[in-house]
């Protein structure tokens, strides 16, 4: 049986759900950074999957933006809870309530 | 023929005294500089006066209109910066420039060494340009310009000593009470602006308004309203019934004020403004009927009060409110020539009083000054006996009073007596007025005899300490009693009856201004009493010896027997309270207008504003918190929170467009 696409949309769906219950319930920062990028990464499953199915290049165009994005966005991330890390020796995501009521 | 191009002069001059004055009083300090700027003036202005004054008298034509500038063009309105000289602003110009030259050459001598000599010439200079303004403007709104000037510069007038808490009320009660005049002064305009332009005359003209008055139609409710409405605007600023209150209590202003502003000029504003509109009132006869009413009672009435006062500047202050009905009674019975020969008349002897009684009260001053006592110097209690100190003062006093009081052939003989004989004789006239003038004639008589008597005759009640200092002011001060005096014993010979074989001048000299109306609408004297000249000369000498029974009687109370005012105040007690504190007037205004007023300010202040108003903006500002407080426990603070509301949401949006 060769894979079609809808297993590849189940598979990224699967994937996307992982990610999300992983940024609702872990409090490690660095843990729902990665959560996140396996959310982004299920959606570039799905767009490529797409796009070989459609005979489409737009998706795998738009996978290299989201890519470049990620990494993007890895960057200030990792930067923001370093200089977190400094102030106040942790990285649970809980600590962070400065600006609550 | 002649030319009148620099009429713009006559309130040029004192405008520009005003601010030169105002703006460099300060750094100029020198007070002969000051009061010497402000004399010259005024006289410059009386200067032009004069030559277009005996210009006018020579011209054939007797109206002329100079437009400087255009003010505003609406429509078919056009409004300018226009002035009429016509017999009847040329009189009132040289009476207001003439005396009030002679009240500012007074002025540099009563002033002398008062904090803020510049700000007195300064308003005393504005005053007169304002005033200039109201006779002179040829439209209603160049005149209600001067018309609120002069009010303006009353206030700031009597209230020169602000220090002083009275002077401050008593600025304060003038202008308010002036205001609910004007008040009535600018409805009348309104409706008479309307109801000529509902007839396609869009105009605010004197002139124009006197040649389209006749549209409006004679005896109409619109004419009464809107001559009513200009009446309450001349009982505010002349001090009639209802509204002369604040005119005794202006007093409180230096001396040579209320002789200019309060005597002379600003107060017969009102008459002026009745004669300029000769026309509309001419034909309202339910309104001149009520105008000659109000005269004759205030006449009454005030004099009443001048009976019971002991400040002198309050007998005359009652005096010229007296006077003034004199003045509206002429008016409402539309003798209108009589009314402004008297004005003119008072003017010249109500000034010299006012003036002398200035110096009076500045020789008084000086003596107490001297004798460290704090008596008071205008209380005629203190005084007595002051003709022997002051001969000057004296003389010119007496016959001032002696022409108020319509002695013979003085001024005052002459104008009151064209008052009587119209208010007896004439088409609107009435016996019941005749009686009431006659009766306030002898009470005029009465009451400033009395203030000779206690002021000039009899023995000096003063300190031995305090006479040695009394003395006659300064040639500044006596040289404008000596010319009013003039004025007032001479002045009156204009206007001698044709029964006593004069030419009556100034009946034929306005003839131009008030004999289309009077003529038009039928006023004259009773065609049943052109004939009866025993009738007129009866009349004259039962006035004339009205005139002399109060000066009789009051010579005789306070003169031959000191004793009998005591024992009169002691057997009518009630009645001498009554009419010393004024019949109750203030209290009564005070407790149907006044406090009530009061009472819903305080009511607006603590229960509308505090409560409604407050309540409105707080209570606003008490939901918004409150629904916020409600609202902010959602702000976590927990990342995990956010992040829950954010995938329930996407969630929640997402099922929508799938399942809609």
């Known amino acids: 049986m060769t894979p079609t696409v809808y297993h590849y949309l189940v598979l990224s769906a699967i994937l996307f759900s992982m990610g999300t219950i992983g940024v609702l319930t872990r409090r490690n ?4 950074f990665m959560c996140i990028e396996l959310m982004l990464n299920a959606v570039n499953l799905s767009f490529i999957s797409l796009s070989s199915h459609l005979g489409n290049l737009d998706g795998q165009i738009f996978v290299f933006f989201v890519m470049a994005v990620a990494a993007a966005e890895a960057a200030v991330g990792l930067a923001l809870m370093i200089t977190f890390f400094r102030n106040r020796e942790s990285i649970e995501v809980d600590d962070i309530n400065l600006l609550k009521w | 023929m002649y030319s009148y191009d620099y009429l713009w002069l006559i309130p040029f001059f004192p405008l520009i005294g005003a601010i030169i004055n105002g703006l460099l009083g300060k750094k100029i300090k020198n007070e002969k500089v000051i009061g010497g700027l402000g004399t010259l003036a005024i006289a410059s202005s009386f200067a032009v006066s004069c030559t277009y004054f005996f210009q006018l008298l020579k011209d054939t034509e007797k109206v002329h209109q100079q437009v400087i500038a255009s003010w505003m063009s609406v429509g078919q309105l056009q409004v300018d910066w226009g002035f009429l000289l016509d017999p009847l602003s040329a009189l009132m110009i040289m009476v207001v420039t003439g005396v009030g030259s002679l009240i500012h050459l007074y002025s540099i001598g009563y002033m002398h ?5 510049y700000r007195f ?8 340009f304002s005033m200039l303004m109201l006779v002179l403007g040829n439209n209603a709104l160049v005149m209600f310009i001067g018309w609120e000037g002069v009010g303006l510069c009353s206030y700031l007038l009597i209230g020169y000593y602000f220090h002083k808490k009275s002077a ?3 600025a304060k009660k003038a202008f308010v009470v002036n205001r609910v005049g004007d008040f009535g002064f ?5 409706i008479l602006f309307w109801s000529l332009g509902s007839h396609g005359v869009w105009t605010l003209n004197f002139v124009e308004i006197g040649e389209n008055a006749h549209l409006l139609g004679p005896g109409s409710l619109v004419v009464t309203l809107i001559t009513l409405c200009f009446f309450l605007g001349a009982t505010g600023k002349s001090a009639q019934i209802p509204l002369y209150t604040w005119l005794p209590d202006a007093m409180e202003g230096p001396t040579p004020v209320s002789a200019l502003i309060h005597a002379a000029t600003m107060v017969t504003a009102g008459v002026y403004m009745i004669g300029r509109m000769n026309v509309l009132f001419s034909m309202a006869p339910s309104t001149m009927m009520v105008i000659a009413i109000i005269g004759a009672a205030t006449a009454v009435f005030a004099a009443t009060i001048g009976f019971a006062q002991n400040d002198i500047k309050r007998v005359l202050a009652y005096s010229t409110v007296s006077q003034l009905g004199y003045m509206f009674l002429a008016m409402g019975v539309g003798a209108f020539t009589a009314g402004i020969f008297h004005l003119m008349t008072h003017a010249f002897f109500k000034a010299c009083l006012f003036l002398g009684s200035g110096s009076v009260i500045h020789a008084m001053h000086h003596g107490l000054h001297h004798a460290h006592s704090h008596d008071d110097p205008q209380d005629m209690r203190n005084m007595g006996g002051l003709a022997k100190k002051m001969k000057v003062t004296y003389w010119t006093f007496l016959f001032s009073t002696l022409a108020i009081s319509g002695f013979p052939l003085l001024s005052g003989f002459f104008s009151k007596d064209e008052i009587l004989w119209w208010s007896f004789g004439s088409t609107r006239g009435s016996w019941v007025l005749w009686l009431c003038a006659a009766l306030a004639a002898g009470m005029t008589a009465f009451y400033m005899f009395r203030c000779v008597s206690l002021t000039f005759w009899g023995e000096q009640r003063t300190t031995a300490k305090a006479r040695d200092h009394i003395h006659e002011s300064p040639w500044v001060i006596t040289v404008p009693l000596v010319v009013l005096a003039f004025l007032a014993v001479f002045g009156g010979f204009v206007g001698v009856p044709a029964i006593m074989g004069g030419a009556n ?22 065609a049943a009493l052109h004939s009866s000249h025993g009738l007129e000369i009866g009349l004259l000498v039962g006035s004339v010896l ?3 029974t109060g000066i009789g009687l009051a010579i005789f109370m306070y003169l031959k027997r000191p004793d009998l005012p005591g024992k009169f105040v002691a057997a009518f007690g009630g009645l001498h309270r009554t009419v010393f504190n004024k019949w109750y007037v203030d209290e009564i205004y005070d407790a149907l207008f006044i406090n009530p007023t009061k009472r819903l300010g305080t009511f607006l202040w603590k229960g509308f504003d505090v409560k409604v108003v407050d309540g409105i903006v707080n209570g606003v500002g008490k939901i918004v918190f409150a629904c916020s407080r ?3 426990i959602t702000q976590s603070g927990l990342v995990h929170n956010y992040a829950m509301t954010m995938v329930v949401g996407m969630v929640v949006i997402v099922a929508f467009f799938v399942f809609k």
Request: glycine fraction near 16%.
């Open chain 2, 505 to 526: 001048h100034i009946h034929h000299y306005f003839e131009p201004v008030f004999g289309h109306a009077q003529e038009t609408y039928g006023i004259a004297i009773k």
């Open chain 2, 186 to 190: 600018l409805v009348g305009l309104f």
């Open chain 2, 630 to 632: 409600g609202m902010r």
């Open chain 2, 168 to 170: 401050g009320d008593a």
């Open chain 1, 29 to 32: 920062a660095i843990v729902i």
């Open chain 2, 113 to 117: 060494g008062e904090e803020g000599f």
């Open chain 2, 121 to 128: 010439f300064s308003y005393l200079n504005l005053f007169c």
């Open chain 2, 546 to 548: 009205i005139g002399f």
